[in-house]
């Protein structure tokens, strides 16, 4: 199975979690997604990772979201970038720009017109900033 879709029903996962749910319901009961291969460790990865540095995540959100509160962005967008940031920050396999492109699918698929720009200018803002911050230590 494509690792797109292991990401969206780690995206969703962790929607069903915000939301109030236990965030541990089966994929079965959510989508129709049957994880094969490494896609079950991949979104157990994801989800106790997002969980784990939830707050650092939305520090680094906020912080590049001028335009828009934590508060006040839409939970689905608030999902995506929190799992796109985890796999950024702590998961090596993917690359940043394929990290980012993902994102952007999702949130052309599972919210609104405007959250894919808008995805895509805070994980943007995010890489380049850490990009400029390594080369400038010493």
Avoid: W
């Avoid at 690792?3 to 029903?9: D, F, G, L, Y």
């Avoid at 319901?25 to 990865?45: K, N």
């Avoid at 508060?71 to 967008?77: F, P, Q, S, W």
């Amino acid at each position: 199975m494509a690792r797109s879709m292991a990401r969206a029903a780690a995206m969703q996962l962790v929607y069903e979690k915000l939301m109030g749910g236990s965030g541990e319901d089966t994929l079965d009961a959510l989508i129709a997604f049957t994880p094969e291969g490494d896609d079950q460790a991949y979104i157990d990865r994801v989800l106790a990772g997002v969980a784990e540095h939830g707050s650092e995540l939305d520090q680094l959100i906020a912080r590049h979201s001028p335009s828009r509160e934590i508060g006040r962005i839409a939970r689905v967008d608030l999902c995506i970038l929190r799992v796109a940031l985890y796999e950024m920050r702590y998961d090596d396999d993917t690359p940043e720009s394929v990290v980012i492109n993902e994102a952007v699918e999702l949130a052309k698929r599972f919210s609104e017109p405007s959250s894919a720009r808008f995805i895509n200018g805070v994980l943007g803002a995010i890489s380049r900033g850490e990009k400029e911050e390594t080369t400038e230590t010493p």
